[in-house]
C-alpha cells in the first residue's frame, strides 16, 4: 500500500510528543500518540508492533521511505540501509549547559544499566542472534555512537562541533549519535540508548528513570558533590554486558570493581535515587523496573514466546499485543 506509506512517512522517520511537564503527562501524551497510530494502522489493515527490530524483516526488502534516511543513505550507505531498528529518545530539560555536559559526563555509569531494561531486539532477519540488544550492534556501525567522550566545558563540546562542521565531516549537531548528546533544537539533553520500548509502561518507566538521574546528579553538582568519572573503556564493557545479557547477566560494579548481578545494581539504581522520588512524584513509575526484572524485558518475553512455538510468527504477534496492551 505505496499510498498509506506515503501518508506515513513523518511517522516511519520520527514518532514525537509534545515538551510533558511531568512523568504523568507525559504518560497520557505517550497512550494519546500510540492511541492515533493504532487506530491508522487498522483503519489500512496494518499492525503495530513496537521493538527494537522486527524478527523477521530483512532491510533489503525494505524502501527507504523517509527523505531523512534517504539523506543519511547519501552518507552512510550501506550502513544506514541496513539500519532496521527502532530505539526511543527521551529529552530531559536542562537550560544550564554547563549543567547539561557535567551530567552528559556522568550519565556513562548508569547508561548500560538503563539499556539493560529496555532491551526488545533479540532477533534479526529471521535468527536469534543470542544478543538482548541486537539493535544496538546494527547502531554501533555508525560514526560518532556509542558512550560519549567527557568534555570539560560546554566550551569544548562547541569546539569539537564547530571543527566536525568546518572540516565537512558533518552538517550540524543532529549527525552526532551518542548515547546521550545535548540536542541541537532544544535545551536539553537527548537520551539515545534505549531500544524501543514494547508496553507503555516500561517506556514510562524508563523516561522517568532518566529523569530521576538527572535531578539527582543537580542536587549533588548544588551541594558541590559529584559522581566519580569513570574510564570509557570500562563503561563500554558494562555496556556489552547489557547488549549480550541484558536483566539476566552480570554488569561491573565500577565503583568496587567487581561484577554484580544486574539485577542487584537495579535495585542499587533504585536505592540511589529514592531521595528525589517523592519530589518529582516518580516513585511508581521508577519502581517499576522491579516489574520489569519480575516479567522479563521485552527481549525475555520475545524469547520466551519463540522457545515456547519454534514460531517468529507467534513472537510478531506477542508483540503486536504487547503494543497495544495499554492502549
Known amino acids: 500500500d505505496l499510498d498509506f506509506a506515503k501518508q ?30 493504532l487506530e491508522l494502522a487498522n483503519a489500512h489493515d496494518f499492525k503495530l508492533a513496537a521493538a527494537g527490530t522486527h524478527p523477521f524483516s530483512r532491510w533489503e526488502k525494505t524502501a527507504l521511505l523517509s527523505s531523512h534516511y534517504r539523506i543519511m543513505a547519501g552518507d552512510a550507505e550501506m550502513i544506514m540501509r541496513r539500519m532496521l531498528a527502532f530505539g526511543m529518545h527521551v529529552h530531559i ?8 555536559i557535567d551530567v552528559m559526563n556522568t550519565m556513562g555509569y548508569v547508561l548500560p544499566h538503563i539499556l539493560t531494561l529496555s532491551t ?15 539493535r544496538s550492534v546494527i547502531w554501533r556501525n555508525f560514526p560518532r555512537t556509542g558512550t560519549p567522550p567527557i568534555f570539560d566545558t560546554w566550551a569544548d563540546y562547541e569546539y569539537l562541533l564547530s571543527t566536525l562542521i568546518l572540516a565537512n565531516s558533518l552538517e550540524d549537531a543532529s549527525k552526532i549519535w551518542w548515547d546521550v548528546r545535548p540536542s541541537h533544537f532544544y535545551p536539553t539533553l537527548e537520551f539515545r540508548v534505549c531500544d524501543m520500548c514494547t508496553r507503555v509502561e516500561e517506556a514510562v518507566c524508563m523516561a522517568a528513570t532518566l529523569q530521576a538521574i538527572v535531578a539527582k546528579l543537580w542536587k549533588l553538582r548544588r551541594d558541590n558533590l559529584t559522581f566519580r568519572l569513570y574510564p570509557m573503556a570500562l563503561i563500554s564493557e558494562n555496556k556489552w554486558r547489557a547488549v549480550r545479557y541484558g536483566i539476566q547477566g552480570k554488569l561491573i560494579d565500577l565503583g568496587r570493581g567487581r561484577e554484580v548481578r ?17 519530589e518529582l512524584g516518580t516513585r511508581t513509575e521508577v519502581e517499576y523496573a522491579y516489574r520489569i526484572l519480575e516479567d522479563g524485558t521485552s527481549a525475555d518475553r520475545q524469547l520466551k514466546v519463540f522457545e515456547e512455538t519454534g514460531d517468529l510468527g507467534a513472537v510478531v504477534k506477542h508483540l503486536i499485543r504487547e503494543t497495544a496492551m495499554d492502549c
Open 8 to 37: 506515513m512517512e513523518s511517522a516511519v522517520h520520527k514518532v514525537g510528543m509534545p515538551i510533558c511537564a511531568d512523568i504523568k503527562e507525559a504518560r497520557e501524551q505517550l497512550l494519546r500518540t500510540r492511541n492515533t497510530m
Open 93 to 100: 530539560g536542562i537550560e544550564d549547559r554547563e549543567l547539561a
Open 120 to 134: 526488545s531486539s533479540p532477533f534479526w532477519r529471521g535468527r536469534n542472534t543470542g544478543l538482548k540488544s541486537y
Open 262 to 278: 544486574t539485577r542487584t545494581l537495579i535495585h542499587a539504581l533504585v536505592d540511589f535515587l529514592d531521595d528525589v522520588l517523592d
